[in-house]
Every structure is written in structure tokens, then in C-alpha cells.
């Protein structure tokens, strides 16, 4: 990695690591993923069929907790300057607005992919203990592994959105909830429930399944693919954001 891109993610690294709520997001969303999973493993594993007839349901049941924190830590690391009015700070210490964004989205993807892992070793760890889990399993490795992805990509995906919005207080506003309940409500909506599944984090959560899903036009890899492709496309436009607005 050339010192062009290590200057600013060492810089980025940094403000991670000196701001409380950046530091501690992470740790918070390994709590309550992997603590909300044992805790459900444990007291009610042996008697509710939906956490063992689908592995990963059980699994990943902390899940849906857990990323709200993965979400903010996203909107955090960009949205704090924009909300503290350092932005114009960091862009005159780093002119380069790509270079800034490209640290960014690395230290974002860096931290996720970090958070993923520990993650999803602890639900795995909770799960053996409790219910138990065949790792020969069809599909189960693909499914682990798109767990420890979904953490990376939800992060980036709400980073690179936040720069779209350009607003801390709104982006907190509007994709914690949606990441925690709103694609869900949508997904049980008659007439909307097959477009909600298209959404990036519906998408990216059928690749964690085992069982098929009724109504859904695609595999489980493709969900993962199709959660890349949002992500991507949020990329690009809170680039184009970053480079057309003034700080």
C-alpha cells in the first residue's frame, strides 16, 4: 500500500481510536450479537423448533440486534465530521477527496470485516454448546461465511450513504430503523413483500439461511451479490457526493 493511502487511513485510524462512540460500537455490536444468540441458544434452544429446523436461524438470532450497532459505527465514522465540523478540517489535511473516501471505506471495511469474524466465531461457539451444528452441512459453510461478509457490507453501505446524506442526525434517523425494523415491516407488507426482498439487507440476510425462502427468485449466494451491488452503487454515489459538495 503506497504512503498516499497509509497517511490518511493511518489518520483515520486515529480518530477511530481516540472517539469513544467509534471504539465502542464495535464491541457493543459483538454483545449483543453473539450475547443475544447464547442467551436464546441457551434458554429456549431445546424447545423452539425455529431456532433448529433452520441451523442458522438460531445462529444468527442476535443478528438482528447486533447490526443497528454495525449500522451506526458506519454512519458514525463519517458522519461525526459532518456533524462536529471537522469535515473541512480532514479535506484540508487530505485535499485528495478519493484518497480521504478510499480510507474511509477501508478502515470501514477493516473494522467490519474484524467484527464479523469475532461475531460470528462467538455465535458459532454458542450454537455447538447449546443446540449443536453439523459443519458438514450443505451450505452451512457458505452460510457462515456470508455472516462474517454481511458485517462489512452493511458498515460500508452505511458509511458511503451517510456521505450521500451529508447529515449525521439524519442518517442515524433513517437507516438505524430500517436496518433494525423497516425492511422487515415492508417484508410482511402484502403487495411490497416481494420487492422488500430485493433490499440490501433482505438480501444479504436470505445468504445466511439454509432452508429456501417460498417467493424468492434467487439463490443465497446471489443475495450476497445483490447486497455487493447496493453497496457498490452506495459507494459511487457518496463519492460523487463528497467531490460535487462543499464541506
Known sequence: MSAPTTHPLRAEWAKFT???PLWAAPLLAVALSAGITAAAQAAYGGSDT???EDPMEGL???LNFGQVAIACLGILLIGQEYASGTLATSLAAVPDRLRFYRAKLLLGAGLGL????VTVGCQLAATAATTGLDLSA???ARALAAGVLYHPL???LCLALTTVL???TAALGLLSPAVFLG???LAAVPGVREAARFLPDRAGQYALRLADAPGTHYGHTTGLLLMAAWTALAVLAGLRTLRRKDA
Open 138 to 140: 450443505p451450505g452451512t
Open 18 to 20: 481516540t472517539l469513544r
Open 60 to 62: 444468527y438470532y442476535g
Open 166 to 168: 451529508r447529515n449525521q
Open 154 to 156: 452493511l458498515l460500508v
Open 50 to 52: 425455529s431456532l433448529t
Open 114 to 117: 474484524a467484527v464479523g469474524l
Open 183 to 185: 425492511t422487515t415491516v
